[in-house]
């Protein structure tokens, strides 16, 4: 995929250094790995899950266990982003301005696929000076149809049918999802299957953890739980 | 009368509240041939006459009705080569709408932002208002739909309506023969009848111009062959 820049391995025991030291004794990390993430969705029987870490990073340390990288745009409608994480911020807050005039003018909610075209345009518009993240859009279509998908850093889309992820811990991720997912879970498997394979992969990534956010939403209700994973 | 004298600049408010420019050109638009359209309650028909200057243009290089896209078409009064230029804005609108959202655009929408082209030229300084005004038919998820739009910009939705020379007699037998459970064959019959109402000659295949969309969602000119069908079952 065209935004997968390639990682340079950390190593892997670091003795804590203070925050100024950290930035002369580093190695060089790709932009996308400044802040460290992971998300993931999953598509259920009539349902769907979207799931991130919590922790939000400056390079090696820890600045917050609590930092939100889902997103709602409408009832039916999540955006998880991950890379940098004052770009995903500020693509959310275009987003979200871009879907409330259209919810104006045309008096409906956007459908998934109409704003995953929406989130590729806005991202390509910025070809040769990206925003580094990488969105997961998670949805239930006109007839409650789960929809996910997932695009690069320019908006090159990729749908799937059973589950898209992003994010430093992606390799892990695809690894974990592809041995536990199974197609049509009822909302109560999918949240545990996409609980495991979450915390089992921030678990092999030391940029992102500290514990989990779930999101599970089917065409009557939407259950969000914190999960607590190694808090490290 | 006063009004004369604020009629230089398009931009300037008379002192009875009109915009005098705005004024004339629905007055270019009320001297303009014959259109109409009607919505059935399974698709919507548009129509007008196409009364050529002289019997030596080719009327096959004539066309009045126009789609804007594959389920939106567009008929007009008034000056053609104004509405050329407002077929070509709404087009490129309407694929911009699809560039950005990769789904049609819904005829709300188009009318609305070709509404808004058209208001914006009553508005800026060195420009003139269009003299057209447009009738609008398209199928979409919120099912038929015609609207008309004005000079001015401001545009309605109508379930039957008429522009151009003979509109008050043209509104007066749409009002008659309208139902609301119209088929679409029935309302392009009405359409014929109401095109002959105010017709100065013969009606023919090659003077009158129709164009339809139904639930298929394609917007379709109908051929002189066809229309010959639709006026001889009129007859």
Same mark, same amino acid.
């Given at each position: 995929?065209?935004?997968h820049?390639?990682?340079?391995? #950390?190593?892997p025991?670091?003795?804590?250094?203070?925050?100024?030291?950290?930035?002369?004794?580093?190695?060089?990390?790709s932009?996308?790995?400044?802040?460290?993430?992971?998300?993931v969705?999953?598509?259920?029987?009539n349902?769907?899950?979207?799931?991130?870490?919590?922790?939000?990073? !400056?390079?090696?340390?820890?600045?917050?266990t609590?930092?939100?990288?889902?997103?709602k745009i409408?009832?039916?409608?999540?955006l998880? #982003?991950s890379? #940098?994480?004052?770009?995903?911020?500020?693509l959310?807050q275009?987003?979200v301005f871009?879907?409330k005039?259209?919810?104006?003018?045309e008096?409906?909610?956007?459908?998934?696929e109409?704003?995953?075209?929406?989130?590729s345009?806005?991202?390509?518009?910025?070809?040769?000076?990206?925003?580094?993240?990488?969105p997961?859009?998670?949805?239930?279509?006109?007839d409650?149809?789960?929809?996910?998908?997932?695009?690069d850093?320019?908006g090159?889309?990729e749908?799937a049918?059973d589950? !898209?992820?992003?994010?430093?811990a992606?390799?892990?991720?695809?690894?974990?999802?592809?041995?536990?997912?199974?197609?049509n879970?009822?909302?109560?498997?999918?949240?545990?299957t996409?609980?495991?394979?979450l915390?089992?992969?921030?678990?092999?990534?030391c940029?992102?953890?500290?514990?989990?956010?779930?999101? !599970?939403?089917?065409?009557?209700?939407?259950?969000?739980?914190?999960?607590k994973?190694r808090?490290? | 009368?006063?009004?004369?004298?604020y009629?230089?600049?398009?931009t300037t408010?008379s002192?009875s509240?009109?915009?005098?420019?705005?004024e004339?050109?629905?007055?270019?638009?009320?001297?303009?041939q014959?259109?109409l359209?009607?919505?059935?309650?399974?698709?919507?028909v548009i129509?007008t006459?196409?009364?050529?200057?002289?019997i030596?243009?080719?009327?096959t290089?004539?066309q009045?009705?126009?789609?804007l896209?594959?389920?939106?078409g567009?008929?007009?009064s008034?000056?053609?080569p104004?509405?050329?230029v407002?077929?070509?804005?709404?087009?490129?609108?309407?694929?911009?709408?699809?560039?950005?959202?990769?789904e049609?655009i819904p005829?709300?929408?188009?009318?609305?932002?070709t509404?808004?082209?058209?208001?914006?030229?009553?508005?800026?300084?060195?420009?003139?208002?269009?003299?057209v005004?447009?009738l609008i038919?398209?199928?979409?998820?919120?099912g038929?739909?015609?609207?008309q739009?004005d000079?001015?910009?401001?545009?309605?939705?109508?379930?039957?309506?008429a522009?151009?020379?003979?509109?008050?007699?043209?509104?007066?037998?749409?009002?008659?023969?309208?139902?609301?459970?119209?088929?679409?064959?029935?309302?392009?019959?009405?359409?014929?009848?109401?095109?002959?109402?105010g017709?100065e000659?013969?009606?023919?295949?090659n003077?009158?111009?129709i164009?339809?969309?139904r639930?298929?969602?394609?917007?379709?000119?109908?051929?002189?062959?066809?229309i010959?069908?639709?006026l001889?079952?009129?007859?």
């Amino acid at each position: 995929m065209l935004g997968h820049k390639p990682s340079l391995p #950390l190593p892997p025991h670091r003795t804590p250094r203070s925050a100024v030291s950290a930035n002369l004794a580093t190695p060089a990390m790709s932009i996308f790995e400044y802040n460290g993430s992971a998300v993931v969705a999953m598509v259920g029987k009539n349902c769907f899950a979207i799931a991130s870490d919590r922790r939000l990073g !400056v390079q090696l340390q820890t600045v917050a266990t609590d930092f939100q990288r889902v997103f709602k745009i409408h009832g039916k409608l999540y955006l998880g #982003l991950s890379g #940098l994480a004052t770009d995903a911020q500020t693509l959310y807050q275009r987003l979200v301005f871009k879907h409330k005039l259209y919810q104006l003018r045309e008096e409906r909610d956007m459908k998934p696929e109409t704003f995953a075209s929406l989130v590729s345009a806005l991202l390509y518009e910025k070809r040769f000076g990206p925003y580094f993240c990488q969105p997961i859009i998670a949805g239930l279509g006109e007839d409650n149809e789960p929809f996910i998908c997932t695009m690069d850093c320019i908006g090159a889309k990729e749908l799937a049918k059973d589950f !898209v992820v992003s994010g430093t811990a992606s390799e892990s991720l695809y690894g974990a999802c592809e041995s536990m997912y199974k197609p049509n879970m009822e909302p109560e498997e999918l949240f545990e299957t996409i609980s495991q394979a979450l915390l089992s992969s921030v678990d092999r990534d030391c940029l992102s953890g500290w514990g989990g956010y779930v999101l !599970v939403v089917t065409p009557t209700e939407v259950q969000e739980r914190v999960l607590k994973g190694r808090m490290d | 009368m006063g009004d004369s004298q604020y009629s230089f600049s398009l931009t300037t408010f008379s002192p009875s509240g009109k915009l005098v420019q705005i004024e004339h050109a629905l007055t270019a638009v009320g001297s303009g041939q014959t259109s109409l359209g009607i919505k059935a309650a399974n698709g919507v028909v548009i129509a007008t006459e196409k009364k050529l200057p002289s019997i030596l243009v080719d009327e096959t290089s004539v066309q009045k009705i126009q789609s804007l896209t594959p389920n939106i078409g567009v008929v007009y009064s008034g000056m053609g080569p104004d509405f050329r230029v407002l077929v070509r804005k709404s087009r490129k609108q309407a694929q911009q709408y699809y560039r950005l959202y990769k789904e049609t655009i819904p005829v709300t929408q188009l009318v609305r932002e070709t509404a808004a082209v058209m208001q914006e030229f009553t508005q800026s300084g060195g420009v003139r208002p269009f003299g057209v005004s447009l009738l609008i038919a398209g199928y979409d998820d919120n099912g038929p739909q015609l609207y008309q739009v004005d000079p001015s910009g401001s545009y309605f939705s109508w379930k039957a309506s008429a522009m151009g020379k003979n509109v008050s007699n043209a509104k007066t037998f749409l009002e008659k023969r309208y139902t609301e459970d119209m088929e679409l064959d029935d309302a392009i019959h009405t359409a014929i009848l109401t095109l002959k109402e105010g017709f100065e000659g013969q009606i023919s295949a090659n003077n009158i111009e129709i164009g339809v969309i139904r639930a298929d969602r394609e917007f379709k000119v109908l051929t002189p062959a066809e229309i010959k069908d639709f006026l001889e079952e009129v007859e």
